[in-house]
């Protein structure tokens, strides 16, 4: 967990690793997760906020804090790559959360290497910068070195070991609700029928907890919720009139971040 303080962006992983297989693309700190949550369970809290500060600077490298200003996840962001090694993709088009090798620093000098099978694979060495420097010796920052090239394997192939898992499992620890996490609040409900079609809700703005009303679309199995209309339309006390034009049965719910109240009115 030393690596983010050696580099200028402050991204953690192997920092001796070289410049393939995705090491400009895929977040590798699996070893810094385990920590952060080992610290936790621990109640070791400097450790804790340490491990996490490198894992929040990481992942701010692989989703845009880059020499290239690209998240490099497939369908994620303004910039992202388009033209990855998935032959069934290029038929039915791309799915989000793809994750490609990226940049390669250097070739294979080895004369018919195993790398020479790769069609063009120096494309954006020799075709798109300035040839400065030699192969043994590039000038021009690997991490720029880069361009959607589906036809090479070596920058736009991905795996699920080598990438996505690690990118998942990152972006799912710091997506995830943690502990501290507050719970919503509890809300003053208050019903008042005005008519026998018209229920009129009303719960304080400040206190609603994230909580939003919606209908039942297919009684009884509550499966479909759809949002309830506001009329008046929300004016800051988050006053929603629920109509009942039929005078059956009507079920409604407050649907929260993580935990609903249903209402049934007859």
């Not at 497939?74 to 994750?99: A, C, E, K």
């Not at 009303?213 to 009684?219: A, C, G, P, V, Y």
């Not at 009942?244 to 719910?253: A, C, E, M, S």
């Amino acid at each position: 967990m030393n690596t983010p303080g050696k580099r200028a962006c402050r991204w953690g992983g192997n920092y001796y690793f070289p410049m393939i297989i995705g090491q400009q693309t895929s977040p590798n700190i699996v070893e810094g997760i385990v920590g952060y949550a080992v610290a936790k369970r621990m109640g070791q809290e400097e450790a804790a906020k340490k491990y996490l500060g490198s894992l929040y600077t990481t992942a701010d490298y692989f989703l845009g804090g880059n020499a290239l200003n690209m998240t490099w996840v497939t369908g994620l962001g303004p910039r992202h790559p388009n033209q990855v090694f998935h032959i069934d993709s290029w038929i039915v088009g791309y799915h989000d959360g793809m994750i490609p090798y990226g940049p390669w620093r250097t070739e294979s000098t080895a004369a018919g290497g195993a790398q020479k099978w790769v069609t063009d694979h120096d494309y954006a060495n020799q075709t798109c910068y300035p040839p400065v420097g030699g192969p043994q010796n590039p000038r021009w920052p690997g991490n720029e070195r880069w361009h959607d090239n589906r036809w090479s394997p070596m920058s736009s192939e991905f795996t699920i070991s080598q990438t996505i898992a690690p990118s998942a499992a990152l972006f799912g620890v710091l997506c995830a609700p943690g502990p501290e996490a507050p719970a919503p609040s509890g809300i003053k409900l208050t019903i008042q029928v005005q008519t026998n079609q018209v229920v009129l809700l009303s719960w304080p703005s400040d206190g609603s907890g994230g909580f939003n009303l919606e209908q039942s679309t297919n009684l009884p199995g509550e499966g479909h919720w759809n949002p309830v209309q506001q009329l008046p339309s929300d004016n800051g006390t988050n006053k929603t009139v629920v109509r009942n034009g039929t005078g059956g049965l009507g079920l409604f719910r407050l649907h929260g971040p993580r935990s609903d109240l249903i209402l049934t009115f007859r």
